[in-house]
């Protein structure tokens, strides 16, 4: 697939952002408490931007967050996956989904998937997630993907004032996970 791959799961199909996202990408954006722990509400302009960001990161790094398809609606349900931008505090998996898909498992689900990916095809040897201590529910996605609580750093810039508690495990702890 142009731009970086193509994964699949039981719901869900996980591919690099496209131009037909953005109005997927403005809607998680839009909403207050879905946006709360990705950078707030923002507008279609800023949207845009990151939309490109997370996109041309494929190209520049060779991973980045996949669009997340509902397979059952063909339907943009939110962005995860492999996330590692300059100065951040390690190489993470994260997520972000409408609130409409809150509840299902599908950020497990996806998670693991771009977990996998990130272990086998990009060779990463820990995995991390950049959690506020208020986001209740990605600390419980962390702790269903295996992750503990490692340590808590300064979110670097443009994050001004926000401490993440960051939550991960070794590439082998996954893999023996993955196993049992």
Request: with cysteine.
């Amino acid at each position: 697939m142009p731009g970086g791959p193509l994964l699949e799961t039981p719901r869900l199909i996980l591919r690099p952002p496209q131009a037909e996202d953005f109005e997927g990408f403005c809607a998680l954006a839009a909403d207050p408490e879905a946006a709360r722990f990705i950078g707030g509400v923002q507008p279609p302009e800023t949207v845009w931007r990151a939309l490109c960001t997370i996109a041309g990161a494929w190209t520049i790094s060779g991973c980045s967050m996949f669009s997340v398809i509902e397979k059952e609606t063909g339907q943009w349900i939110g962005r995860l996956g492999p996330w590692h931008p300059h100065g951040w505090p390690g190489t993470e998996v994260g997520w972000g989904l409408l609130k409409s898909a809150w509840g299902r498992g599908y950020a497990s689900e996806g998670a693991s998937a771009a977990m996998d990916y990130a272990v086998d095809i990009l060779g990463w040897q820990e995995i991390i997630h950049c959690i506020e201590a208020e986001n209740v529910p990605s600390i419980r996605v962390a702790q269903r993907l295996g992750s503990r609580k490692l340590r808590a750093v300064p979110a670097p810039a443009p994050f001004k004032d926000i401490v993440w508690d960051i939550y991960g495990q070794s590439a082998d702890d996954w893999r023996a996970r993955r196993r049992g």
